[in-house]
């Protein structure tokens, strides 16, 4: 298995704050956040992209991916939601494990949205964390 931060956060040896596990996928918070909440759904089975990522843990991403956009609704009252998967260097992927960026969005953000692009950082994350979980689990 080649050095993979993603494949670390899944096995525990690398921290994350953690909004939804199940036997398929991981997801937690993106580290440099461009939306308070933003949040990474992973594929336990490391690939590296979508040519080499099982059709099968690509449906589970989604799924997941669908849920979290929906608990965004309630736990951030986000508006609308971003799925957005950044497939080759060429498309920006910077990690090469699969993941599907979910994103929550507000009417009017543009603006916040550009400026967050460029400084991505929550001020309370584990906030944001339990907000989610307690979201996912209801
Ligand atoms: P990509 O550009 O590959 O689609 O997105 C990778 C994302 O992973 C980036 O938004 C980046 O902030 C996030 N990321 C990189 N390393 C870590 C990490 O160690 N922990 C977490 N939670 N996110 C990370
Ligand atoms: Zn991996």
């Known amino acids: 298995m080649p050095d ?4 670390d956060i899944i096995a525990g040896t690398a921290p994350s704050r953690q909004v939804y596990a199940d036997d398929d996928v991981i997801a937690f918070l993106d580290i440099r956040p461009v939306k ?4 990474l759904v992973v594929p336990r089975n490391h690939s590296r992209g979508l040519t080499d990522l099982a059709p099968g843990d690509g449906e589970k991403v989604f799924a ?3 849920r979290v956009g929906v608990a965004m609704r309630d736990a951030l009252d ?10 080759g260097r060429a498309a920006m992927q910077t990690v090469f494990h699969t993941h599907l960026h979910v ?8 603006l916040s949205f550009a400026k967050s692009l460029v400084v991505r950082r929550d001020p309370n994350p584990d906030e944001t964390a339990e907000r989610l979980r307690r979201a ?3």
């Open 4 to 7: 993979c931060i993603f494949c």
């Open 36 to 39: 308070r909440g933003h949040t």
């Open 64 to 66: 997941a991916g669908q």
């Open 78 to 87: 986000a508006d609308g939601v971003n799925l957005v998967v950044n497939d």
């Open 103 to 110: 994103i929550p969005r507000h009417r009017g953000d543009k």
């Open 136 to 138: 996912l689990k209801g």
